[in-house]
């Protein structure tokens, strides 16, 4: 029969170990974990530490001969050192390097090299940003780019993330005119609901009055009918019986 007591400690060290794994598996954070023995190292551990991101909308729509922008920022919690970046296009499943280059650390602006025509590098690494421009597209610059990093300082973690661009003749407009009359006819009809409302409280209202009036009206005639009767009475009442001679 297992007791009380060791219920509540197996109960404790096995929710123990489930928060810990929780904690590991959501948290940005590094945790070093000697290791026991002699000529060894301690390991680090690392949850996605570096992130690469390309921001909320990961594609852009351009037309030809315009210039674009395509964005990239990292992110680490522990910082970087000798962080390695580059950008990629897919070309029909070969990935062809687009540029390259190693920041030293934040703050500084890397030599970036170029391989491809039209391109510039703007990020400049202000705010970690390692953004580059495409300088009058065409179609063949329509694909698939890839922004990639690497940060030794975390024992070489990498991550990367996809941008997509789509070169088209001409911006395509949206016809809104089916939505402009549905949101017409919702309105229409939302208005004239509240009409109806309101038409029907007036009109309650109304009624509700006239009907006090008429209730007043009945309560004072029949005061003043029941007053005249009472005085006509008491007159009645009030004559002297006439003597007998």
């Known amino acids: 029969m297992v007791s009380a007591e060791t219920y509540v400690l197996v109960s404790f060290l096995w929710s123990s170990t489930r928060f810990a ?7 940005c954070c590094c945790i070093d974990t000697p290791v026991e023995g002699p000529g060894e190292e ?5 949850a996605q530490a570096l992130e690469m991101s390309v921001g909320k909308i990961p594609f852009l729509e351009a037309v030809n001969g315009s210039t674009v922008m395509l964005p990239c920022t990292y992110s680490s919690c522990i910082g970087i050192k000798n962080l390695y970046f580059n950008w990629q296009f897919n070309d029909n499943g070969t990935m062809q390097k687009v540029c390259e280059s190693v920041i030293a ?7 970036v090299s170029i391989y491809r025509d039209r391109v510039e590098f703007v990020g400049k690494n202000h705010h970690n940003n390692i953004s580059i421009v495409l300088w009058n597209i065409t179609f063949e610059d329509g ?19 996809i941008f997509n661009l789509i070169v088209v003749d001409e911006v395509r407009v949206v016809d809104n005119t089916l939505a402009t009359i549905i949101a017409s006819a919702v309105g229409g009809a939302i208005a004239a609901i509240m009409g109806f409302m309101l038409l029907k409280n007036f009109t309650l209202f109304v009624l509700s009055k006239l009907e006090e009036k008429n209730k007043e009206c009945l309560v004072t005639s029949s005061g003043i009918d029941n007053t005249e009767n009472g005085l006509s009475g008491s007159k009645a009442d009030s004559k002297p019986t006439p003597k007998k001679k």
């Open 105 to 111: 650390t934040e703050g500084i602006e890397p030599k």
């Open 21 to 27: 794994a929780f904690w590991k598996s959501s948290h």
């Open 42 to 46: 301690s390991s680090i551990w690392s």
């Open 143 to 161: 694909g698939q780019y890839t922004c990639f990093g690497r940060n030794p300082k975390e024992k070489g973690k990498n991550h990367s993330a």
